[in-house]
């Protein structure tokens, strides 16, 4: 019986300069995304009310179709990217996500939960799971965690990955986010000894 459906799937912004906020401390690997509808497309939208990019039309009708069907959705933030080609260049984003019947929330909220700290932390688990996985899931309350990796998507040239796990300041902010203002002190002031040293450096080598 059919209750799940996981997979790892490209976003795309409307335009380039939206796309570069993909690499703001807004949108955090691991972080979870609504998967919300407009016309034909399904669109990420992240905790803040900004959609982020949209899927591509195929993918958004099987999106709709499971919706339509009562399913809960949601997307997690894998890895964000920048292509040169086609010229002027585009970022672009990847999501992991994870659909199923409304009655498994519970487990498989908690089974996110885990996949998004994976992923934060640069793992990528295969989410294409089978029903025997899914049941374990199930079973365990969420708890249960693949053991198989997925790949990351296929290198092309003039492609760079530019984000794909969290780094020590998202984290701190992360953690500032959740109230705990000692770490977000320090996430500034790290962020701002970051910046004076290469102030610092570009200073010493041209000047």
Not at 17 to 36: H, P, W
Request: with cysteine.
């Amino acid at each position: 019986m059919e209750r799940y459906f996981g997979s790892y799937q490209k976003i795309e912004p409307l335009s380039k300069k939206e796309g570069s906020l993909l690499l703001s401390a807004d949108n955090i690997i691991g972080d979870s995304y609504e998967i919300v509808f407009d016309g034909d497309l399904a669109w990420a939208k992240n905790r803040f009310g900004a959609r982020v990019g949209h899927f591509t039309i195929d993918f958004s009708r099987q999106l709709r179709v499971l919706n339509a069907r009562g399913w809960k959705s949601t997307a997690l933030l894998s890895l964000v990217a920048f292509s040169q080609e086609p010229e002027p260049g585009a970022y672009w984003a990847e999501m992991a996500v994870l659909c199923y019947e409304p009655q498994y929330e519970e487990p498989i909220s908690t089974f996110s939960n885990n996949i998004s700290s994976m992923l934060a932390e640069g793992i990528r688990p295969e989410i294409n799971l089978g029903e025997q996985a899914i049941s374990k899931v199930i079973e365990t309350n969420g708890s249960w965690k693949p053991d198989m990796r997925s790949s990351k998507p296929k290198s092309e040239n003039g492609t760079v990955i530019m984000k794909s796990q969290r780094k020590l300041s998202e984290s701190f902010i992360e953690k500032g986010r959740a109230g705990n203002v000692g770490c977000y002190i320090v996430s500034i002031a790290f962020i701002i000894i970051v910046i004076a040293a290469i102030i610092f450096l570009i200073k010493s080598l041209f000047f």
